[in-house]
């Protein structure tokens, strides 16, 4: 079955530097690769999709990127402000196409 | 365009008492999906469903739990018999007419958070 690691459970920078997260799967090959944000107390918003033909994606002062071949996708914050503190969950579909497997989560805190 | 909503957001019930979670998801989305998130663990999937079809439930207990996603209505979680392990955040997520979310991703409710006594 599908796995997926984050891995740090906990990442902690200071303010205005560049925050990376990794996310490692294992078995088959997803389409594609989805990043969520999740603050304490509320449900996950989505932030971006990476497909697996695609090597970068960026929005804003989000990058992430998708290496099929390491299995593995790198989500990155420049320039990182405290309001950047939270959880961030990589997420793929299952090979069935009808769900997404999370992982854990890795909890940024951005210190001013 | 309001978002997902769910509710009740705090649920408390006695061991062996029933838990209806209602989930309205954002309007044009016609895909539900119910998530399970323990406390320092992961959210685990539980059930797909479309109008008035169950699509996958792979993730959802055999006995207890059940789901449905009715032609008018909101979708229901059900956990009849509760006992403390079913005590969780509840999340509900839907996505427009494409598996999984597809390039759209899935939006999330805010959660409700059931406490079993």
């Known amino acids: 079955s599908q796995k997926i690691e984050q891995n740090s459970e906990a990442l902690n920078i200071q303010e205005g530097k560049t925050a990376t997260l990794t996310c490692n799967y294992t078995?088959?090959?997803?389409?594609?690769l989805q990043w969520y944000r999740q603050d304490p107390g509320r449900g996950p918003v989505f932030l971006l999709l990476?497909?697996?033909?695609?090597k970068e994606k960026r929005k804003e002062r989000l990058k992430v990127t998708f290496d099929t071949t390491l299995k593995q996708s790198l989500f990155h914050i420049t320039a990182s402000q405290p309001a950047d503190s939270a959880t961030y969950l990589c997420?793929?579909?299952?090979?069935?196409?009808?769900?997404?497997?999370f992982g854990k989560g890795t909890t940024l805190s951005v210190s001013s | 365009n309001a978002g997902v909503m769910q509710n009740p957001r705090h649920l408390v019930r006695r061991r062996g008492q029933e838990a209806r979670l209602r989930c309205s998801p954002m309007?044009?989305?016609?895909?539900v999906y119910w998530y399970r998130q323990l406390p320092e663990e992961g959210l685990k999937f539980m059930v797909y469903?479309?109008?008035?079809?169950?699509?996958?439930e792979s993730g959802m207990p055999k006995e207890r739990f059940s789901a449905e996603f009715p032609k008018e209505g909101p979708s229901i979680l059900r956990i009849q018999q509760v006992v403390r392990g079913d005590s969780a955040a509840y999340f509900c997520?839907?996505?427009?007419?494409?598996?999984?979310?597809?390039?759209?991703?899935?939006?999330f409710g805010p959660g409700t958070r059931l406490t079993v006594l």
């Open positions: 997520a839907s996505s427009p007419p494409a598996p999984s979310g597809g390039v759209s991703g899935q939006f």
């Open positions: 078995n088959y090959s997803p389409a594609y």
């Open positions: 990476i497909r697996e033909n695609e």
């Open positions: 997420a793929l579909e299952n090979q069935a196409g009808t769900a997404l497997i």
């Open positions: 309007k044009g989305h016609s895909h």
């Open positions: 469903l479309q109008k008035e079809n169950i699509i996958d």
